[in-house]
């Protein structure tokens, strides 16, 4: 059973948009708190940004002002918008979501962004 399954990867010039998505299993969207993470070739994977239940919003400060995650809650989806890429933003993208009641968390298979002229 695939639980979280991402979208809108792919490839974009530098200074170019890409939204991902990431559709949730209605079990686990309405107790987790989700995530976007990303992990560059030869990289640790790294937290960009998590959203709560009720929308509150965290973004690293490497990419601020940059991506913005949202969540529509009745469609069991989570975006991350993405402006003004760079190459360094080139890495596979996982949406994550960690339950509020175990901690547990749940992955999705990743999707590839790759941002080159």
């Known amino acids: 059973q695939v639980l979280l399954v991402e979208s809108g990867g792919g490839l974009v010039q530098p200074g170019g948009s890409l939204r991902l998505s990431c559709a949730v299993s209605?079990?686990?969207?309405?107790?987790?708190?989700m995530g976007w993470y990303r992990q560059a070739p030869g990289k640790r994977r790294e937290l960009i940004a998590r959203?709560?239940?009720?929308?509150?919003?965290n973004v690293e400060d490497s990419v601020k002002g940059r991506f913005t995650i949202s969540r529509d809650n009745a469609k069991n989806t989570v975006y991350l918008q993405m402006n003004n890429l760079n190459p360094d933003d080139t890495a596979v993208y996982y949406c994550?979501?960690?339950?509020?009641?175990?901690?547990?968390?749940?992955w999705g298979q990743g999707t590839q962004v790759t941002v080159s002229s």
């Open positions: 959203i709560t239940r009720s929308g509150e919003t």
């Open positions: 994550n979501a960690r339950s509020v009641i175990s901690l547990r968390d749940t």
């Open positions: 209605s079990s686990i969207f309405s107790i987790s708190t």
